[in-house]
């Protein structure tokens, strides 16, 4: 169906997933020239985001399982992005901290795309720019909401 037949709602739902796959598309390339996962990398921009996270808050927020995290938090240790460390508050747990150095230069790959949207959005007015954040926020809540749906089988 061409856009114009879909009502706006549809074809912003259509704009989502063009841009999800465009997103999907870049960090696949980013990923291939560190030498790691786009799982890797999203963990990595996560840990950067949020600070040194255990197993389970990664596998939780990236919807993965506990083996899972452990493989890739080896990756990203063997890759010098990462490393792990006993919880000081709970000794059981162990912490992934992000190598900050070795993750600035994975980043680094984006600076174009930062750049790029720095120049889009000086086309715009902050107002703009901030309903857009606040849209792009309640559509992220939304889409979580749908994936909780769906892993749960609702």
Known sequence: MSEENLSLPAAVT????????????????????????????ICLHLLMRNGPMNAGEVAEALGLTAAAISSMATRL???????????????????????????QRAIAHFDGLYTAIGRLCDEHPDRDLRL???????????????????????
Do not use: K
């Open 14 to 41: 259509d704009a989502l997933f063009d841009l999800g796959s465009a997103i999907d598309l870049v960090g696949q390339a980013a990923a291939a020239r560190l030498g790691i996962t786009q799982t890797d990398l």
């Open 77 to 103: 240790e063997s890759g010098g992005y990462a490393h792990r460390e006993i919880d000081p508050t709970d000794r059981r747990r162990v912490l992934i901290h992000v190598d900050q150095p070795a993750a």
């Open 132 to 154: 857009l954040l606040t849209m792009i926020g309640r559509f992220t809540a939304l889409i979580v909401e749908q994936r909780t749906a769906l892993r749960d089988g609702a």
